[in-house]
């Protein structure tokens, strides 16, 4: 489900999918304790409702983009942990990790 030369970049414990069906039935096949998705933005709301835990990284940092990542809902998500504030040794840029898990219904 991707370009022959996209995937033979790739190292050998890694895949890459076309659809989020593929990706869950990819890790699935290989026994993977997770999966994990780097958007963009459709990416992103596509694969939040099958998610059950959420590492974010929050950037100090006006883009001027206009690609967000989609509303957390308090009703459904608490925060467990947020790592202390850091900076990138390269590029200066502020930012934490927060660490978030979907509330049992």
């Known amino acids: ?6 995937a ?8 890459l999918a076309a659809t989020v069906p593929d990706a869950i039935a990819i890790a699935r ?3 993977a304790p997770e999966l994990v998705v780097i ?5 992103y709301a ?6 059950d835990r959420l590492v ?4 100090a940092l006006r883009s001027g983009g206009t690609v967000r990542f989609p509303e957390i809902d308090g009703a459904d998500w608490s925060l467990r942990h ?12 502020s930012f934490c990790v927060e660490h978030w898990e979907r509330d049992p219904k």
């Open 8 to 15: 033979a970049a790739l190292p050998p414990d890694l895949s």
């Open 29 to 31: 096949q290989a026994g």
């Open 1 to 6: 489900p991707h370009a022959p030369e996209t």
């Open 39 to 43: 958007g963009g933005a459709r990416t």
């Open 82 to 93: 947020r790592e202390p504030d850091r900076s990138d040794r390269t590029t200066g840029i």
């Open 46 to 51: 596509n694969t939040l409702p099958l998610a």
């Open 56 to 59: 974010l990284s929050r950037l």
